[in-house]
């Protein structure tokens, strides 16, 4: 039987978020804090608090808020309220009260998982799905030789379900999420903090026309194209550190109609 909507509002939100998406939280007040998943803010800005035995949030960076059914809806792109409920259902897997416990108090660390340690462990997996999958959705094939070669793309296997996870990493190499993408099906979710995507680090400072898209494949797809110097933004919101186009006089944006 599904869980009713009502209960998954009632799912404790901190243990959910800590469990699915590795924030760190602390106590404030009645509540808890952490730092955006959607922006780059250094102080933390997102509020988790119960209130009349549902859990909402508000995160002040973004402007984003609701319930958990929001939350997952914006932190994996998914922009059909019931593909979000659908996936809440999914992770939260029958059952609609937490085992974990608390975060701790204001001062210490939550437990998260490593997403360095994750990525090593998918990079075990064997990527022929991967390549499968990229072919698939047209992607061209030095390219995608290129991605798996270069550890760029790499194989999760979760849930029973296999993803094509991408190594999202910054200008300086460093990783920052892994950004992964359902074979079979719709699902996508982002391990770790959101981050801009690009294989084109040392040339955006210094282009004149970059091109901004929505997703990873979408990306991709532009560059199989031979479509210049661009990033992906890992879902619809423009948030990224502006000097990253200092000298960019052109932007050819290419994103869905949300």
């Known amino acids: 039987m599904s869980i009713a909507v009502d209960a998954l509002k009632q799912v404790h939100l901190v243990e959910f978020l800590q469990t699915h998406y590795g924030l760190e939280f602390q106590r404030a007040g009645s509540g808890y804090v952490t730092r955006s998943p959607f922006t780059a803010d250094r102080q933390p800005s997102l509020t988790v608090r119960e209130q009349d035995g549902r859990w909402l949030f508000k995160d002040f960076s973004s402007g984003l808020g609701g319930s958990i059914i929001d939350l997952v809806g914006a932190l994996e792109g998914l922009n ?46 064997d990527p022929g799905v991967c390549r499968d999958y990229l072919l698939g959705r047209g992607i061209g094939a030095e390219l995608v030789e290129q991605l798996i070669e270069e550890g760029e793309v790499v194989h999760n296997r979760y849930q029973e379900r296999s993803y094509c996870c991408f190594a999202v990493r910054d200008e300086a190499g460093v990783l920052r999420c892994l950004d992964n993408h359902e074979i079979a099906g719709p699902g996508k979710f982002v391990l770790g903090t959101k981050h801009v995507y690009s294989r084109d680090w040392t040339q955006l400072s210094a282009s004149f026309e970059v091109f901004v898209c929505e997703g990873i494949i979408d990306y991709l797809s532009i560059k199989s194209m031979d479509g210049g110097v ?25 994103l869905d109609n949300d």
């Open 230 to 254: 661009g990033i992906a933004l890992l879902g619809n919101q423009l948030l990224f550190d502006p000097g990253l186009l200092a000298h960019c006089r052109r932007l050819v944006t290419a």
């Open 80 to 125: 059909d309220v019931g593909q979000a409920i659908r996936r809440v259902r999914e992770l939260v897997g029958g059952t609609v009260t937490g085992s974990l416990p608390l975060p701790p108090a204001s001062g210490e660390r939550a437990k998260r998982y490593d997403i360095t340690e994750l990525y090593q462990r998918f990079h075990l997996q």
